[in-house]
């Protein structure tokens, strides 16, 4: 299947994408400077030879913090992403699998919390603590953003309950949660995979939204907290025109979701063949 | 070509929503010169923005009924 | 026709109906209790607070300071067991009495406050939604139709616009059009120092600040649905039966009505969705714009330590996309042939 992956046009440029910015968040760090670095002599420059992405108003480098701030945003969105994947293949797969009152259950608990408005929510759960690390803000994401993957997840299953070597396991008198382990989930796992690709591209969004609202990791460069700091240590920031500080956050984050969105289009098109001439 | 009852009901209902709107600008205009014919004592920005909501939601109507 | 109407509906769509109006009344429940709990595991007592900041903070535990406290504890009924409290509230929750603001806006009450700001935040949800909903699935139909290099360049160009994320968009544009151009404000909900009044001139001047938030959402959502729609009536061309019927003679215009017909009913699904996300996502905007909805009010009330605006605010908004939501749900069962004539698979 993997091969099938590759020639999926959408899927590979999708990934080529993330890749790349992964890369940035993961070596830019090492070759930049140190980007909480105040340059009193050179505050709010725009771009030049020295400074490739300009200064913010406290001088310190954006190009640092952009590669600072893709590390840490990414390191936000994966940690959502991986415990809200495991949370909804908890939810989704198991009471999928096993049916009837399971899935009932999962399922119901699944459409309530859906319904819940997230960023209201995220902002007063951020209000009961005061210090926030990257992992606290990860943690809290994951557990407003399951429901979602937890539906996908749960159809997969289903539909992959119906096959032969699920009748095969169970035949031979394998319980069920290990049948889900063994046998369905290595099955969904490119699935499984794209869910938490998607989880963390969301992860990483919804950390930019709350750290511009000023609710994020405390003491952490993420892209969301560079827009933040950018419209609030302005004074009359879109004036004065910074937008060399502000506008390069949000074009890695449109890209990186971008990306994310047309990996899992590519990979739709190969769950479901129906879609995939266009 | 006799047109179905309830569309009828949808497009009167759509196009009182739009008019409601006209008419509050026109209102406000003609307060804005002084000319205007009688006080409204209710709240001039609530009763724009609901006055645009149910614009929206007329236009939205008509769309659908158009079709 | 009306006798039979009226007997489907005995049938299939009130059960549907109904199913729907428990579902949303168990979300409202665990809402609400879900706020109740979320109030009585904040860290240290809420009259501790009162008294602290009546009191500029002076050395508590004195006597006269435990009487105080003692007294308001039994004022506030904060002494009873945890059920009671939760009983009370339940009371006062039917009764709307959603408490007094504090501190922000003491003694006005949190339900007139409430009411007083969410004319704005939907006049941008509402609008958003509906005109975004109408406008992308067009593109996108549009798209879908004429196929090949057009279609693919508008794919790209609606998944971007899709993915922008709000707050910053809303960013860009206000530097863009604010800054730069000049042509709409950045800021608030009228000129600084404007009056409200009946006049024109104010309706403009807020429509003029009502622009850059509006016109933010609306490109990000219509993206949004041009992307869904193409690829819904694609597949629906994909199907055979429009080239077949192309090829029989059917004229376009005609065709293209029942390809998007059958399109848009997964569509009006993702409606639920998107009002969601579209609700959180007019909040955060009003913090950035200045324009004071309900996603504002949070917003300070958070800032001040105001928890009776806070859990208020919030009960509120889940009543608001409760009522969306279901309002929604009822819309696609009527115009889902299925649900509405009761036809079993």
Known sequence: ?278 | MKVPKRKLVFLAIGSLLILQFVLLLVYSYLYEINQAPFQINYDPLTAFLISWILFCIGIVILITMGR | MRRRTRDLLHNRFAAFVAKKVVFYLIVAFVAMTFVFFITHLMPGNPVDRMIASLTSGGPGGGQTYLKLKAQLMDYFGLNKPLFEQYLIFWRELFTLNLGPSYPINYPQSVLSIIILRLPYTLAIVIPVLLLSFFLGNWIGAKAAYAGGKRSELVYFFSVFSNRLPSFWFGMVLVFVFAGVLKIFPGYGLASLGTMSSWKLSYFLDVLEHYSLPFITLFIIYVGGWATGMRSMVTHEMDSGYVRYSEQLGFRKNKLMSYAERNAILPQVTGLNLQLNALIGETAILEIIFGWPGIGKMMFDAVGADDYMLIFGGFMVIMVVVILGNFLIDILYGFIDPRIRTGGRQ
């Open chain 1, 1 to 278: 299947m993997s091969e099938t992956l590759l020639r999926s046009k959408k899927f590979i440029v999708g990934l080529a994408i993330v890749i790349a910015i992964a890369m940035i968040g993961i070596i830019g760090p090492y070759l930049t400077r140190d980007p909480l670095k105040e340059n009193w002599n050179a505050v709010a420059q725009p771009p030049d030879s020295d400074y490739l992405l300009g200064t913010t108003v406290l001088g310190e480098d954006v190009l640092a913090q952009l590669c600072t701030g893709i590390r840490n945003s990414l390191e936000v969105g994966v940690l959502a992403g991986g415990l809200g994947t495991l949370i909804a293949v908890l939810f989704g797969a198991l009471g999928a699998y096993k049916g009837g009152w399971a899935d009932e259950i999962s399922s119901f608990v699944t459409n309530v919390m859906i319904v819940f408005p997230m960023i209201p929510l995220l902002l007063i759960v951020s209000e009961l603590t005061q210090q926030r690390s990257l992992m606290l803000v990860g943690l809290l994401i994951a557990l407003f953003y399951w429901p979602w993957a937890a539906r996908s997840i749960r159809s997969q299953v289903l539909s992959l309950r119906e096959r032969e070597f699920v009748d095969l396991a169970r035949l031979s008198g394998m319980r069920d949660a290990t049948t889900v382990v063994t046998e369905v989930l290595p099955n969904m796992l490119a699935y499984i995979i794209m869910v938490f690709i998607l989880l963390a591209g969301g992860g990483m969004l919804a950390e930019a939204g709350i750290s511009m609202l000023g609710v994020g990791p405390s003491n952490s460069v993420t892209l969301g907290q560079m827009l933040f700091h950018a419209m609030n240590e302005t004074i009359t920031p879109y004036w004065w025109g910074v937008w060399w500080w502000f506008i390069p956050p949000g074009i890695v984050l449109t890209f990186f979701l971008s990306a994310v969105f047309v990996m899992h289009a590519g990979m739709n098109e190969l769950f479901n063949p129906r879609l995939r001439r266009e």
